[in-house]
Every structure is written in C-alpha cells, then in structure tokens.
C-alpha cells in the first residue's frame, strides 16, 4: 500500500477521489507534458487514468503513486515504477508550474530515493529527463545522479537516461 511520506515542505499523499480535478490540471498544462515528456492528450483521457490510480493501481499495488501538497495546495505529481524505458524502477514526478524554482523538484527526488531505497530495498533507481531540460538536468548533477545513456522517442525526442544510487541521498 503506497503510504503517506513527508519531507521538509511536502507531503505525498495517495490519491483521493476529491483529488481528480488538481491532477487532470496538472497533466492538461502544455508546459507541464512538454517537460515531461508527454503529449498533451484529451481531459476525458487523464480522467480515465486518474480512476485507474484508484481502482486498479493502489488494490492491486502496482506501483506507488502520489499527489504532492504544500501547505495543503496541490503542488505536483510523483511516482515510483517499473517501466520498459529502464532496467530497474523510475522516479517520475511533475509540480505544478506555480511551484517551480523553489527547490521543491530536488526536495521531491530526495524524497523518492529515500523511500525506494529505504522501503523498497532498491540500490539505485532511474530517471528519464528531456535532453533540454536544463534545470531537471542540474537538478539531478547536484543529486549526483550519472548520465548513462540517451533515449530517443518514436517523435524523435532525446530524454537523458540517468541513474542514482539509493545510499548517496540522505
């Protein structure tokens, strides 16, 4: 079961019903799928995927998933997973455009390191960030994340592969 966990400003909080309309805004934010990677796709698609965070993802713990709250506004997405773009599990996470360049993205990349490392017993875990992504690239250098390879997308888009051990991040 995917458990609350709490960092110095954030908390990360399983999904709730109520939660729906704070996540389709997140993922109907053009800049927001830019950065992620991601096309923007149709409101009634984010829907049905946000229903299946709560009734096929959290029953049968696929994998663990977050909102992300800051003074009790939602501040963002984050997630831990297995995925076919890696040998391992990914950290995924996105914030809200109004929180960026507060240092929050580090705080949240932290948080997800400890608790794969800490609760999962993972040595390392990968993130996958857009070759112009200058600021999440910075981000993860100062994290001591390593590049290990480029990944490039059917529309030809070029993501960094990059890798950090779950014991450098305290």
Same mark, same amino acid.
């Given at each position: 079961?995917?458990?609350?966990?709490? +960092?110095?400003?954030?908390?990360?909080?399983?999904? =709730?019903?109520?939660?729906?309309?704070?996540?389709?805004?997140?993922?109907?934010?053009?800049?927001?799928? =830019?950065?992620?990677?991601?096309?923007?796709?149709?409101?009634?698609? @984010?829907? +049905?995927?946000?229903?299946? @965070?709560?009734?096929?993802?959290?029953?049968?713990? @696929?994998?663990?998933?977050?909102?992300?709250?800051? $003074?009790?506004a939602y501040a963002g997405h984050a997630e831990v997973k297995?995925?076919?773009?890696?040998?391992?599990?990914?950290?995924?996470a996105a914030l809200v455009p109004e929180f960026w360049g507060?240092?929050?993205?580090?705080?949240?990349?932290?948080?997800?390191?400890?608790?794969?490392? $800490?609760?999962?017993?993972?040595?390392?875990?990968?993130?996958?960030?857009?070759?112009?992504?200058?600021?999440?690239?910075?981000?993860?250098?100062?994290?001591?994340? =390593?590049?290990?390879?480029?990944?490039?997308?059917?529309?030809?888009?070029?993501?960094?592969?990059?890798?950090?051990?779950?014991? $450098?991040?305290?």
């Amino acid at each position: 079961m995917t458990p609350v966990l709490r +960092t110095e400003h954030l908390e990360f909080i399983p999904y =709730r019903p109520e939660d729906e309309d704070a996540f389709v805004s997140l993922l109907r934010n053009a800049e927001v799928c =830019r950065w992620m990677g991601q096309d923007l796709v149709p409101e009634p698609q @984010i829907r +049905t995927l946000f229903k299946a @965070i709560l009734t096929e993802v959290y029953p049968k713990e @696929i994998f663990d998933v977050w909102g992300l709250w800051l $003074d009790g506004a939602y501040a963002g997405h984050a997630e831990v997973k297995r995925t076919g773009n890696v040998d391992g599990h990914e950290l995924i996470a996105a914030l809200v455009p109004e929180f960026w360049g507060r240092g929050l993205g580090s705080e949240v990349a932290r948080g997800l390191i400890r608790y794969a490392g $800490d609760e999962l017993g993972l040595k390392e875990v990968y993130g996958l960030v857009g070759a112009e992504n200058t600021p999440s690239l910075a981000m993860c250098e100062r994290l001591g994340a =390593r590049y290990l390879r480029d990944s490039v997308d059917e529309d030809g888009s070029v993501a960094k592969v990059m890798v950090i051990s779950t014991a $450098d991040v305290r």
